[in-house]
């Protein structure tokens, strides 16, 4: 917008010079005397009084554009200030999720390093659904039963699938009926 206003103020400039030029002109004409006859006389005079007017309203019409333009200048100078702001302000947010992901990931290294001695001695077939699970459902392949509740899907469970669950031996692996999520079962499970 801005671009388009300083055409149109270059323009409306370029028309104020080419109107006060020819006024120049006509006047140079009449003050040196080239133009004799009366009638000629009038009728420039006619047209001197033509062309101020003409002057006065393309200076008005440049007067309005200047202030549009001004207007305009304001509010993209504004938007770049608010744009510059905000792009220091996710440069700031970008290098703190950087530095906070290098952390992450430090962290699951640690966590999968410590998980290597927790899986031995695991049947293959048991590790093989977690992993299948755990990439399905998020990087969450086994849930607490806590209180009843699933923690992978924060589903309550029923009263017949908990009698269910409270019956199946300690050894046999349990799932969540709505996240099919590995249940694991703890003193707090609410059997």
């Known amino acids: 917008m801005v671009d388009d206003l300083q055409a149109e103020q270059a323009k409306v400039d370029a028309d104020v010079?080419?109107?006060?030029?020819?006024?120049?002109?006509?006047?140079?004409?009449?003050?040196?005397?080239?133009?004799?006859?009366?009638?000629?006389?009038?009728?420039?005079?006619?047209?001197?009084?033509?062309l101020e007017r003409r002057i006065a309203s393309l200076e008005d019409d440049e007067l309005e554009v200047?202030?549009?333009?001004?207007?305009?200048?304001?509010?993209?100078?504004?938007?770049?200030?608010?744009?510059?702001?905000?792009?220091?302000?996710?440069?700031?947010?970008?290098?703190?999720?950087?530095?906070k992901a290098g952390v992450i990931d430090t962290q699951l290294v640690d966590v999968e390093a410590q998980r290597g001695p927790s899986v031995e001695g695991l049947p293959e077939d048991l590790l093989a659904l977690y992993e299948k699970l755990r990439t399905q459902k998020g990087g969450v392949g086994a849930a607490r039963l806590h209180q009843r509740r699933c923690t992978g899907c924060q589903l309550g469970i029923d009263n017949a699938e908990i009698?269910?669950?409270?019956?199946?031996?300690?050894?046999?692996?349990?799932?969540?009926?709505?996240c099919s999520r590995i249940l694991v079962r703890t003193a707090e499970s609410g059997l």
């Open 163 to 178: 009698a269910v669950i409270r019956s199946t031996p300690a050894d046999t692996v349990v799932r969540c009926e709505e």
């Open 17 to 50: 010079e080419q109107v006060k030029a020819r006024r120049t002109r006509d006047r140079d004409r009449m003050d040196q005397g080239l133009i004799t006859n009366p009638k000629d006389l009038e009728r420039m005079g006619h047209e001197l009084t033509s």
């Open 66 to 99: 200047m202030e549009r333009l001004e207007r305009a200048q304001a509010t993209l100078d504004s938007l770049t200030a608010q744009v510059e702001t905000i792009d220091t302000r996710l440069a700031t947010l970008t290098e703190a999720r950087d530095e």
